[in-house]
Every structure is written in C-alpha cells, then in structure tokens.
Nanobody
Framework: QVQLVESGGGLVQPGGSLRLSCAAS????????MTWYRQAPGKQRELVAG???????NYADSVKGRFTISRDNAKNMVYLQMNSLNPDDTAVYYC?????????WGQGTQVTVSS
C-alpha cells in the first residue's frame, strides 16, 4: 500500500509558477505510474500529467509546454513544475499512484491563480 501527501499549492498571480510535490510512503514506489490530476469547482477530475517508472511522460494538451512532471525514486517523490499559470489552472491538484489494479490517491492541494 502507498500513502501520498501533496504539498506546494497556494495562491499565485497569473503568469506565475508553483512547484507541487507528492511524497509517497510504502514500498515499491519506483514501480508505480505516478499521475497528477486536478479538479476545478463544478468540473470533473481531469488528468494533468503522468510519468511511468521508466520516466516516460504524458501531458494534457492544456498544460503542454507549461507544466513538467518529474520523479525522484530515491526520495519517493514526484513533482509538478507549473509555469505560466492562468486562472483556468485553478483547482485542487491530486497525486495518484497506480500499479496493476491498485490505485492510491492523496488528499489534494489547492492551487489558486488570481490577481
């Protein structure tokens, strides 16, 4: 089993940057596909970015070129560097770990982009 704790959210002005972190506890972190999702008020949760154990990444079209996902298997951490933020990025951001049929979620961290 994996426990996930997100951090790094907050209030940022349009055009600004934030770096989200997701700390994982439990065994086998390096074998998990790690994904960031987000959910804005009144909207469905959507995939933002993912990274495989081998380091292959994928991104939602809306964040390509602005967000970067990375992982540090030695530290059991996954990160989401978010640049050029705009109000449409406002949401609760969740970290997810998946391996085979097992999936684990963090509690989320709020990101608000506003002037």
């Amino acid at each position: 089993q994996v426990q996930l704790v997100e951090s790094g959210g907050g209030l940022v002005q349009p055009g600004g940057s934030l770096r989200l972190s997701c700390a994982a506890s439990g065994s086998g972190f390096s074998n998990y596909v790690m994904t960031w999702y987000r959910q804005a008020p009144g909207k469905q949760r959507e995939l933002v970015a993912g990274i495989t154990p081998a380091g292959t990444t994928n991104y939602a079209d809306s964040v390509k070129g602005r967000f970067t996902i990375s992982r540090d298997n030695a530290k059991n951490m996954v990160y989401l560097q978010m640049n050029s933020l705009n109000p449409d990025d406002t949401a609760v951001y969740y970290c997810k770990a998946r391996r085979y049929a097992y999936a684990y979620w963090g509690q989320g961290t709020q990101v608000t982009v506003s002037s």
